[in-house]
């Protein structure tokens, strides 16, 4: 198991830009496939972007496909989503999770095993 906590969420105008970082714990951070996915009020959660174990292959949705970035650093245990021409609609709570048994940048979320606690972002128009 391991812990996840996010960070970078705030309040921005739409065009502006945010960096979330997830910083995990344990040594075999670079053994997981990480994604981010996110969660509006009253919708399901959804995928945003995945990265596999070494950082070579990565995958979006296409909701945020060339706005959104999706990268990690083994090295700090950390993977980021750098989130470029923010819309009002980008509004949610994102989640960082880590997969054990993918070895690929996978969009479900049921084959992601271990969850941060979320960090809120909000788009203003």
């Known amino acids: 198991q391991v812990q996840l906590i996010e960070s970078g969420g705030g309040l921005v105008q739409a065009g502006g830009s945010l960096r979330l970082s997830c910083a995990a714990s344990?040594?075999?951070?670079?053994?997981?496939?990480m994604g981010w996915f996110r969660q509006a009020p009253g919708k399901e959660r959804e995928f945003v972007a995945a990265?596999?174990?070494?950082?070579?292959?990565?995958s979006y949705a296409n909701s945020v496909k060339g706005r959104f970035t999706i990268s990690r650093d083994n090295a700090k245990n950390t993977v980021y989503l750098q989130m470029n021409s923010l819309k009002p609609e980008d509004t949610a709570v994102y989640y960082c999770a880590a997969s054990t048994t993918v070895g690929y940048p996978s969009g479900i979320s049921r084959q992601y095993d271990d969850w941060g606690q979320g960090t809120q972002v909000t788009v203003s128009s």
């Open positions: 344990g040594r075999t951070f670079s053994s997981y496939t």
């Open positions: 990265i596999n174990r070494s950082g070579g292959i990565t």
